[in-house]
């Protein structure tokens, strides 16, 4: 009986592990998605929310500064990865991107259409 605990334990122990992996480090919202072979793009008011403790690496034509936020305009990728476990990146691209900083830490991200793509990392 003690083993057969143990081992439905262990069992659970590495389903959690397993699922724990597969949660995104974001979320999104969007009027339209529509899924590609190798991408997802979406469209209408797009916001997209990332998670607390997420580095994210920006780069776009050009950047300001307004009100509401960090403003990356023409070319824009920000990437960051799945998670501290995954090999895998994701890469959002649009044209123009609103950086908000929230208070809970987490980063909304805003634009008009955005395109999601899971890149994997290299071999070392």
Partial sequence: MKTKIVLICSLFFASVMAFAGTINPFTITSQHEQQHKD????????????NSG?????VGDSEHDEPNGMVYKGNVEASFPVSNMSKQTVLV????LTVIQEHNHSIKLKADNL??????????
């Fill in 115 to 124: 395109t999601v793509k899971y890149i994997n990392k290299p071999a070392n």
């Fill in 39 to 50: 991408y997802q793009s979406y469209s209408g008011d797009v916001v997209m929310q990332v």
């Fill in 54 to 58: 997420t580095v994210i690496n920006f």
């Fill in 93 to 96: 691209s649009t044209d123009k």
